[in-house]
């Protein structure tokens, strides 16, 4: 259900917001993207509000613009729940798709190269909601992921994550998953010990390096 305040101020919400330097905003989206996710074009923006980063985002080459690789902009949809939003959001990028979902429960019906969810817009989940997890899974293989599990700290500590956990597998599972990959930084000692009451077994340890240039 979209919040009465969001309707109200649609027409001005840019007006209201143009303190943001959303192109400085984007040039750091940018470089994440290149560094994290190579080669992404197909994002998604979760709450996306008026689109004024997806606006950018398309316009913004990307590809680092050698004679080998091919300069092209990002292509952007959205999701938000208030649909006057979304109307301002077509006509700044018809390119994209934008449709009116809850960033808590939504399915689109394909997969992106990467999700963004900005502005602590995700800080907006209402209710008695206790995690968030992002899951999914290769069509071809079966392959299958948590990409982001979170807890909240209030539930924290009461074995809910292995409920979370699990309701994830079976989320997968209904999706057509057989395999499942997780991971998680070698400090992280509360992940750790769930996945061991989970009985995972340790598959491979990386080792992050770093050099400057």
């Known amino acids: 259900m979209a919040h009465a305040a969001y309707t109200r101020s649609a ?14 905003e984007v040039v750091k989206l940018t470089a994440i993207l290149e560094q994290e996710c190579p080669g992404a074009q197909e994002l998604l923006d979760v709450a996306c509000g008026t689109a004024e980063h997806a606006r ?6 990307t590809g680092g613009g050698s004679a ?10 959205g999701v938000d729940l ?11 990028v018809p390119s994209g798709r934008f449709v009116v979902g809850d960033m808590a ?31 999914g899974v290769m069509p071809r293989s079966g392959w299958r992921g948590h990409y982001y599990l979170g807890l909240l700290p209030a539930y924290r500590g009461r074995g809910r994550g292995v409920e979370v956990m699990l309701h994830g597998f079976r989320t997968m599972r209904a999706m ?9 930084d070698a400090r992280n000692q509360a ?22 240039v």
């Open 105 to 135: 429960d939504f399915d689109l019906g394909r997969r992106y190269d990467a999700v963004l969810c900005l502005f602590s817009a995700i800080g907006s989940i209402e209710g008695n909601d206790a995690a968030i997890i992002a899951a």
């Open 176 to 184: 057509g998953g057989r395999e499942c990959h997780d991971g998680t």
């Open 82 to 92: 208030e649909p006057s939003f979304l109307e301002i959001a077509r006509v700044k």
């Open 191 to 212: 992940a750790l010990s769930l996945f061991r009451r989970l009985g995972c077994a340790p598959q491979i340890v990386m080792e992050q390096w770093k050099l400057s």
């Open 11 to 24: 027409s001005t919400y840019d007006l209201i917001y143009s303190f943001k330097d959303y192109a400085a």
């Open 68 to 77: 080998a690789q091919a300069v092209t902009t990002f292509r952007v949809d």
């Open 56 to 61: 950018l985002l398309v316009e913004t080459p």
